[in-house]
Structures are given as C-alpha cells and as structure tokens.
C-alpha cells in the first residue's frame, strides 16, 4: 500500500521531488520517487505513478495516466541539441505505460506534442521533434524516430521502428516489427521489413464512424493509385477526376502531395 499525503486536493507522496516552478492541477496523484522539474504542468486529475520522471518544460493534460519508470520530456538524444528552451506537450486522457520513453525536441522553442487520447504502451520510444495526433495506439516497444509524424487513430504494432521524418496517415495500421522508410498512405494497412501496404484498413475505417459512402469512395481511390499501374503525380490526377470529393478523399489527396519520402508501395502478393 502506497502512502500519499494529502496537500488539499491532490494526494502526493512524501518521496516526491517537485519542482517550485511546477503547476499541479487539482485531484492529482504522485506517487513515490517522482520526479518532477521545472516548468513542468500537470492538468487536473492525471495520476503520475511511482519512480516516473516528468522532466523540464513538459505539459501534461487531464485525466493522463503515466505508469513506473516512465520518463516524459528529457533532453533529446540527438547531438544537434545543444542545451535550449524545448517543449514537450501531451494531451488529455493519455496512457503512458512502464518504461515509456518521450523526449522534448530540438531546437529553440520546437516542441514534440502527443495528442489526447493515446495509449502508449510499455517501453515505446518518441524521439525528439515528433507529432502524434489524437487516438494513437503505440505497441509494446514501438519506436518513433525524430520528426515523424502520426495522425490520428494510427495502430502502431510492438517493435516497429519508424524513421525519421516519416508520416503514417490517419487510420493506418502498421504490423508488428515492421521497419518504415517511406509515408504510410491514410487508410491502409503495412507490413514487413521494409513495410509494404497489404490492403485497407477497413476494420479501423469502420471503427473510426466514417460514413459507408465514404469509405466506398476511399476504396476507389486506393485502386487508382495501387492498382493502375499510374506514377504517384498520375494517380493523384486520376483521383482528382474520377472520385467524387469528400472531406477523407481530400485528405488522402493532400497526404499524397504533401509525401517528401515516398509512399509505401503494395506488396506484390496482395490480391
């Protein structure tokens, strides 16, 4: 049984080292061997568990959980990092699970931000400069490298690696241990080493409420540019033609404009 001490409305263990410049919220937990530095900001109701380090100039929202042994907003392991003012920014209702690894960014003012509602699992590591949207599952050691990106409602499975500057789509869904050199177009599912697209992700299209109409128009899309045999530069001009807008065809439009690495391509044996 942990004993906490109660200093108003938050229940915050003895053990406890909390920076002066902290801002804790109200109903907060911090259990013991916490570490807490400076600038640091804790949102009302989020439960920071024992021996977890919430370092320099970190924000963490509402109602986030961060387990043992975890450590949210240390310097960067980069050698470009000389030292200055960064930030590091998560959202309400994320779980940060043991041994979680997230680092504030490079250079001045740059922050690496997290959304709400993630589930960062046990042993993930987001590197320096990083963007994760809304609703993001990390498996068990998955690990994102500096200045990727991640939309919202992406499914990252255990010990795939991302490179840097990579972007996965929303509603992607990458296999487990599969490695990520180039973007992962919106919608779709990757796999291997390195990752090549097996299909939609219709399951996690499903789930995210996207209209039926929609996700017909999104498979139409996802033909023209894997199955046709066009350039990627063709197959946007084709989509742009012959699929009727809507707001996810816009996106996966704008995703694939915006791709500096490359797509994923499809994997040969993929019917």
Sequence with gaps: MINLENTGENLIHPTAVIAPSAKIGQNVIIGPYTVIGDE??????SNI????????????????????FASVGEMPQDLKFKGEKSYTFIGDRTVIRE?????????????????SDCLLMAYIHIAHNCTL?????MSNLASCAGHATVE???????????????????????GGMSKLV????????????????????????????????????????YK???????????AIAVIEQEVDSCEEVEHFLRFLRNAERGICRERRDVE
């Excluded at 977890?52 to 924000?59: L, P, Q």
């Excluded at 949207?133 to 599952?137: A, L, P």
């Design 182 to 221: 180039q973007d992962v177009v919106p919608y779709t599912i990757v796999d291997g080493h390195p990752a090549k697209v097996v299909g939609l992700n219709n399951v996690g299209i499903s789930r995210a409420g996207i209209p039926l109409e929609s996700r017909r128009l999104i498979k139409k899309a």
């Design 49 to 68: 568990g024992p021996n977890a380090v919430v370092a320099n100039y970190t924000t963490i929202g509402k109602d986030c959980r961060i387990f043992q």
């Design 40 to 45: 640091v900001e804790i949102g009302d109701g």
């Design 99 to 115: 041994g979680a690894t997230i680092h504030r960014a490079t250079g001045e003012g740059n922050e690496t931000r997290i959304g």
């Design 152 to 174: 919202d409602r992406v499914v990252i499975g255990g010990m795939a690696g991302v490179h840097q500057f990579v972007k996965i789509g929303r509603n992607a869904m990458v």
């Design 133 to 137: 949207g809304n609703h993001v599952i």
């Design 224 to 234: 023209i540019l894997y199955r046709s045999g066009l350039s990627l530069a063709e």
